[in-house]
């Protein structure tokens, strides 16, 4: 697929002006110094895709992730020359900093609670978000438990010492916080009793790996920490983690974000999907007693496919080439008819990427994602569009659906099995008992019916005084309205709702969620061309189409089953 619509960020060359000559030795001094120019400048860069040679980033890290983040990041400085610069606090407290210092050069920020990066997202101060592993807190106590403490009520008894980490610095003290205020002492919550224990016969923390040294040292009889703690290498012979059901609930997601303030957010991204890959720094995580998530597989320069319906191409055109600068991936878009598009992932049965099936497909309506449904997970509707009559301005011909059997009307319409424009008129023609009559005009000698295969191909009919009336997206009239009338059409089936989904077969899931996140943020993108964005909306009654959001699920840990590894 080498069409010029297969690569939406393809660069135009720019157009040479030749209104005079130019002398022929000047000419190649000139090419060769410009040559010489260029191939120091990619020498500089490290090639495509990669960091300069001796280049840094600054990563803010929670510091009971400390061990496993050195381990991987010491093997991607070896590999790319890029160091990372790591600088430990709690998660709040980094936080904080980064708050105060939101104008600063930081690139990354990694916490042991997606709370923290959700916070510094929502707060402006960060872009993309990468899921990494994820934790439980357990009582951590000496290896022969001296007073055998086994359940949070055992840390309430006068003798017993604890120490917790605070939940205004640590992840760890905002995690007991939250699970212990749900639990009932004597009419009061176990966090409460618990703080005031501590508060009189024990310490708060600022990190977890505080916490932990507290009790390896005999500092005190027991602290909360991860269960990942207790597995690291410093405490793994001398501590054990005692889990209990006052600490279970959803496990604490451990993730990374870029940055607002970073000045190489190419660069942070490519490290955050080196450390967050399947097959590179996961595996790392796992090690240290964390269970990761099934991460995308890792590619230094990574490809996805996005089959694209032709409608779309207005609204989502400049999303992709900003995501694919910034990422530093290559997005090859196809935009087509629906039909065709499906008839291209129906031939290649959905079982090989490698063959060119899509690792993300934006519909032009759910009709046509319906026909391939089983190769794609849950799907969000990002838009619709509605369909209307379009005749050439001051032209009276046609007033209603009823009026393209008119004899001597010449209509355009879309082709049903190769686009979803002609489906969707064909059910909206059908649900009105004109398509059989509308089929046999077509038929009659001298009658001018035409089936286009592409929506974008309707209006030009119109405009080119081929066809007097087409059936077409209102999308697809914005370029064009001091031309054309638009007609109104009066059915329930008048409008395409485009979702996104996903394909299960993707290697590349995390950085398409990340491609959506872009779209779903995009709602003046495709306003302004027409569309109606759905993505926020509260359904009509009785809309049963699906609203999920595939980048915002959370990811499943890589242990996980088959059928549950599947979600978005």
């Known amino acids: 697929m080498k069409s010029a619509t297969t690569k939406s960020h393809h660069l135009r060359r720019p157009v040479l002006n030749r209104s005079g000559r130019v002398n022929a030795l000047w000419a190649l001094l000139a090419g060769g110094i410009a040559v010489v120019g260029v191939s120091a400048f990619l020498l500089s860069m490290g090639g495509p895709g990669q960091a300069p040679e001796g280049q840094k980033l600054v990563m803010f890290c929670a510091a009971g992730i400390r061990v496993p983040v050195e381990a991987v990041a010491a093997e991607y400085e070896e590999k790319y020359g890029v160091h990372i610069e790591l600088q430990y606090g709690g998660s709040q407290t980094l936080l904080s900093q980064i708050q105060v210092d939101k104008f600063g050069t930081s690139d990354l920020f990694l916490a042991a609670d997606d709370f923290y990066t959700d916070k510094a997202h929502d707060d402006g101060l960060a872009k993309e978000r990468l899921s990494l592993a994820y934790m439980r807190p357990v009582i951590a106590v000496a290896k022969d438990n001296p007073k055998n403490i086994q359940s949070i009520r055992d840390l309430l008894k006068n003798e017993v ?211 391939v449904k089983e190769w794609f997970q849950d799907d969000a509707n990002v838009s619709d569009a509605e369909i209307v009559i379009v005749v050439l301005k001051g032209s009276d011909q046609v007033k209603s659906l009823e009026d393209l059997l008119k004899p001597g009307i010449r209509v355009s319409i879309g082709q049903p099995e190769q686009c979803t424009i002609g489906a969707l008129t064909r059910r909206m023609l059908t649900e009105q008992g004109l398509y059989e009559k509308l089929k046999e005009k077509q038929k009659a000698e001298g009658e001018v019916v035409v089936e286009k295969s592409s929506s974008a191909l309707l209006i030009p009919d119109v405009i080119s005084g081929h066809a007097d009336v087409t059936v077409a997206y209102i999308t697809d009239t914005i370029a064009t309205r001091n031309d054309i009338d638009i007609i109104r059409i009066d059915s329930p089936l008048n409008v395409a709702i485009q979702p996104f989904s996903i394909a299960r077969t993707s290697v590349h899931k995390h950085l398409v969620r990340r491609l959506f996140d872009r779209v779903a943020a995009a709602k003046d993108s495709f306003e302004s061309a027409g569309f109606r964005f759905r993505l926020g909306m509260v359904p009509d009654a009785g809309d049963d189409t699906s609203q999920q959001t595939p980048a915002s699920s959370t990811p499943e840990p890589e242990d996980a089953s088959a059928s549950e590894a599947s979600k978005p």
């Not at 991860?226 to 209990?244: C, E, N, Q, R």
């Open 161 to 371: 010492r604890v120490s917790l980490g605070s939940p205004e610095q640590a992840a760890i003290g905002r995690a007991v916080q939250k699970r212990l205020k749900i639990h009932k002492v004597d009419e009061s919550d176990l966090w409460a009793k618990l703080e005031e224990h501590v508060t009189t016969a024990g310490v708060f923390k600022p990190t977890v790996n505080d916490v932990a040294n507290d009790v390896l040292i005999g500092a005190v009889d027991a602290g909360i920490v991860w269960d990942s703690t207790v597995a690291m290498p410093k405490y793994a012979d001398k501590l054990i983690g005692i889990p209990v059901d006052e600490l279970d609930g959803d496990p604490n997601l451990i993730s990374i974000c870029v940055l607002t303030s970073s000045t190489q957010p190419t660069a942070a991204l490519k490290f955050a999907r080196y450390l967050s890959a399947r097959d590179r720094g996961l595996p790392v995580f796992k090690k240290y007693g964390m269970r990761p998530v099934d991460g995308d597989i890792w590619v230094e320069n990574p490809e996805i496919t996005f089959y694209c319906g032709a409608i779309n191409r207005r609204a989502v055109s400049q999303i992709i080439d900003e995501f694919s600068q910034r990422e530093g991936v290559t997005v090859n878009t196809i935009y087509d008819g629906c039909g065709i598009l499906t008839g291209r992932m129906k031939a290649i049965d959905g079982q090989n990427p490698e063959l060119g099936f899509p690792d993300v497909y934006m519909a032009c309506d759910r009709y046509y994602l319906d026909n």
